[in-house]
């Protein structure tokens, strides 16, 4: 045959003369095949077909190394491989949960997680098989749509927070950013984070979305808030978010006590007092507290120095809550730190006012306990154990500061060593309450101290911020009046 001497017009013709005579397939005539094993010069079949030579030697070299067969399309041979559908699951559970993640972040996390080498293309096919080749793109549409949100029980606090969001705006008119400073300080309590430096490693949208901001407060952003905080303006929100509206003219039973908060700043000085749990002198910061012993909330709070005492600070408090309730008569409960001769004195001048007073075991006040007779003493059950028995006896006290003897219920505990420590008196004005019944109501003031421990540990009530200024030489130190 002469066809290597036959032009590109021509080109036609020898491929209808190849599928009648040899009856070769359509698609491996236009391809140079055909010509290179019927022995036509390489170069005409370069100049036939449009191939290079290097191609056209490619396509010869494999003809000769084959048992004759035409090539099928230029695929790989073998088995496509195939992933399990239990696997497959996997696949499209790590793809929903991770939104961001690449078909490369799949392969690694098979190959990290199960052992199991799969290229990124047959993840892909494995995709398009199911008809999820477009689930990247619906993940992440709906990744947009949605937060999640590790602090979701917080969403249950929706309509206090959009009432106290409206009493935050009414007291801190002129000073921006308060309702995310103040929403931003109550979730950490809410949600129990200790401390302020916390929110550099918070990073979860849900709760810059429930302080309603796109992204967390930094710790300084706040720092500086409270510095421009001005006392008027704290005063104010203090009154509006007091709960002193279901008490109005009704019997108030109330406990006021103090929280020692310690300080370790030595850059300012700072009144000092016996922290009761340490048992030493620090410079500390004193929280008085109002607690209702019938509803067991809490109604008033004044934050005071190290120096300040609950006698005093009391009787203020119960001066201020009187005057804002108008109550039809109140009960009060104090520990050790309330009894003070002088206070005791104008507690008793305050109309409708009864009052329950730990006293101190002073030197006066226990040999004066030392003469009351043993037939004096009742024995009664303990409210708190009724398995136990204890002596009571009611007497009366000469105090400094009373010119009256003031009503003693006294405990008698005679298996402590220490004379002082086997009595245990309360204080009282009520001359009609019997004895064991001012007993029990005195100790539902423990009540009281739990709701401290659930403030400290649960709400990091000791978490406050720095005592002392960012510039000392041109800001003052808390309490402010300016």
């Not at 359509?26 to 095949?33: A, F, H, I, Y």
């Not at 790989?76 to 961001?100: A, E, P, Q, T």
């Not at 996390?109 to 008809?131: G, H, M």
């Amino acid at each position: 045959m002469e066809m290597y001497k036959l032009g590109r017009s021509n080109y036609n013709d020898i491929e209808g003369f190849f599928r009648v005579e040899f009856d070769f397939p359509n698609d491996t005539v236009g391809d140079g095949s055909v010509l290179v094993v019927c022995h036509v010069p390489q170069k005409t079949v370069a100049s036939i077909t449009n191939y290079t030579d290097i191609q056209v030697r490619n396509i010869k070299d494999h003809f000769e190394n084959t048992n004759g067969d035409f090539p099928k399309g230029s695929g790989k041979r073998g088995r496509k491989k195939k992933i399990k559908k239990r696997m497959f699951g996997r696949i499209v559970k790590y793809i929903v949960d991770h939104s961001l993640s690449t078909l490369q972040d799949v392969a690694a996390y098979l190959k990290d997680k199960y052992k199991l080498e799969v290229s990124v293309k047959t993840i892909e096919r494995e995709l398009e098989d199911y008809d999820l080749s477009d689930l990247f793109k619906l993940v992440r549409e709906k990744e947009k749509r949605s937060v999640h949100v590790n602090y979701a029980g917080g969403w249950l606090l929706a309509p206090f927070i959009a009432d106290l969001v409206k009493k935050i705006n009414q007291a801190f008119k002129g000073l921006p950013g308060s309702v995310e400073v103040l929403l931003t300080l109550l979730f950490l309590s809410v949600f129990g984070i200790a401390r302020a430096f916390h929110l550099e490693d918070l990073s979860d949208p849900g709760f810059s979305i429930l302080t309603s901001r796109n992204d967390v407060l930094s710790r300084t952003t706040i720092f500086r808030w409270v510095k421009k905080c001005r006392k008027p303006s704290v005063l104010l929100f203090y009154e509006l978010t007091r709960p002193l509206t279901g008490f109005v003219g009704k019997i108030l039973k109330i406990s006021i006590d103090e929280h020692v908060v310690a300080r370790r700043t030595q850059k300012v000085k700072i009144p000092g007092t016996k922290h009761p749990t340490r048992g030493k002198a620090m410079k500390a910061d004193k929280l008085f507290y109002i607690f209702e012993l019938t509803k067991k909330r809490l109604l008033g709070f004044k934050p005071q120095p190290g120096n300040a005492t609950l006698a005093n600070t009391s009787l203020k408090m119960v001066k201020e809550l009187i005057r804002n309730v108008k109550p039809k008569s109140m009960r009060l409960v104090l520990d050790a730190g309330g009894c003070k001769g002088s206070v005791i004195a104008r507690l008793s001048k305050i109309e409708g006012l009864i009052f329950l007073i730990r006293g101190v075991r002073q030197r006066k006040q226990v040999e004066q306990w030392k003469k009351v007779p043993k037939e004096e003493y009742k024995e009664y059950p303990d409210p708190w154990d009724q398995k136990k028995k204890i002596l009571v006896a009611d007497t009366r006290t000469k105090i400094k500061g009373c010119k009256n003897h003031i009503r003693t219920i006294l405990l008698l505990n005679e298996h402590e060593k220490k004379e002082n420590d086997r009595y245990y008196p309360i204080y009282t004005n009520d001359e009609v309450s019997p004895l064991f019944d001012l007993l029990v109501e005195y100790r539902s003031r423990q009540n009281h101290e739990l709701c401290y421990r659930v403030l400290k540990h649960d709400l990091s009530l000791d978490a406050l911020p720095k005592s002392y200024p960012l510039n000392p030489k041109a800001e003052k130190v808390q309490f402010r009046d300016k």
